[in-house]
């Protein structure tokens, strides 16, 4: 199962590439085509300003999920 932590590693702060434990520094591109193809089931893609991230799914613990 993949859990992930974005690097925060672009020009302004937005996650260029994300931290994938036994897999080590994944491409943003390359995680956000594996999510699209349904190979990380608890994440899911956003676009934020034309640009693609790799978000995890809500659940029920509110200290990590995004409230507005």
Same mark, same amino acid.
Do not use: C, W
């Given at each position: 199962?993949?859990? /992930?932590?974005? #690097?925060?590693?672009?020009? =302004? ?6 931290? @994938?434990?036994?897999? %080590?520094?994944?491409?943003?591109? /390359?995680?956000? #085509?594996?999510?699209?193809? =349904? ?6 893609? @956003?676009?934020?300003? %034309? ?7 809500? #659940? ?9």
């Amino acid at each position: 199962m993949l859990t /992930q932590g974005g #690097n925060a590693d672009g020009s =302004n702060g937005q996650n260029e590439s994300y931290t @994938i434990p036994g897999r %080590g520094v994944v491409k943003r591109s /390359q995680l956000v #085509n594996e999510v699209k193809k =349904n190979k990380h089931p608890n994440f899911h893609v @956003i676009d934020v300003n %034309g640009e693609e991230y790799v978000r995890a799914n809500p #659940n029920k613990k509110k200290i990590d999920n995004v409230d507005k």
